[in-house]
């Protein structure tokens, strides 16, 4: 089964999509990392891409539609999709069922991952991730610590904070949240395609709750 993960920032999808591709072989679409590839190529769009990242503020849809299209394209279609983060308006919900339809792709489950404000903001404010594995650590969370404070357990590099992970565009990340994502849950629930789960939890417990989940529902 495609799923799609409907969460606030910080909520746990990066993490618990690494988890189900460590274990299940999916492939991991997170639009955030294709927007911060484009940064980090230092081309003159990835240059906008950093300004609006930043601000907190959201991509324009057409532009994610044409990123998301060349992203998939290039997969292996014979594995299953996990949509971290896209769609995330009402309009990229429509672009996301052209582009299914398009690939073929089947059309995919929300998972909704509830979570307070505070401690999403909390888990973004403490997020640490090696630049060289991308790995992701925490630094106040007790499963998530690296073993040498601030160094990645695996590559022995100093590990990084991401640019929009500072109160203010948090801040501002979450009101874009509540604005322009929430309402999909609605939309997702309304289709029969929508499961809801706690990400308050530990991410052992959390991950073994959506595993049967997904057992059940294969
Ligand atoms: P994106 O990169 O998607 O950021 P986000 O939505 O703000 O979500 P995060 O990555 O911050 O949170 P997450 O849920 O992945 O949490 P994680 O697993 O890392 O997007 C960045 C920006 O790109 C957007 O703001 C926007 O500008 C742009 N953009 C992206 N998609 C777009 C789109 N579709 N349209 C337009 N613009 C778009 O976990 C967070 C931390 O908590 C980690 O340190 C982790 O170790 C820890 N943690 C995770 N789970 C737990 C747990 N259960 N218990 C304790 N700690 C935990
Ligand atoms: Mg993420």
Do not use: W
């Amino acid at each position: 089964m495609n799923i799609i993960f409907l969460a606030a920032p910080g909520a746990g999808k990066g993490t618990l999509s690494d988890m189900l591709k460590a274990k299940y072989g999916y492939n991991h679409i997170s639009a955030g990392e294709v927007l911060r590839e484009e940064v980090s190529s230092g081309s003159e769009l990835g240059n906008e891409i950093k300004a609006i990242i930043d601000k907190g503020m959201l991509i324009d849809d057409e532009l994610m539609k044409k990123l998301m299209l060349k992203k998939l394209s290039s997969l292996d279609k014979s594995k299953n999709f996990i949509f971290d983060g896209y769609p995330r308006t009402v309009v990229q919900v429509n672009h996301y069922k052209e582009i299914c339809k398009e690939l073929e792709i089947e059309e995919a489950y929300g998972i909704y991952l509830y979570i307070d404000k505070d401690v999403a903001m909390k888990r973004a404010l403490g997020r640490r991730n090696c630049p060289n594995c991308k790995r992701g650590y925490n630094i106040y969370s007790d499963d998530f610590k690296p073993m040498v404070e601030g160094i990645c357990d695996d590559c022995n590099v100093e590990l990084i904070s991401r640019n929009d992970d500072n109160e203010e565009s948090f801040n501002k990340r979450f009101d874009t949240y509540l604005k322009e994502t929430e309402p999909l849950i609605k939309i997702f629930d309304v289709e029969g395609k929508l499961v809801e789960f706690d990400a308050l939890k530990n991410s052992s417990k959390l991950f073994s709750e959506i595993e049967e989940f997904l057992e059940k529902n294969k």
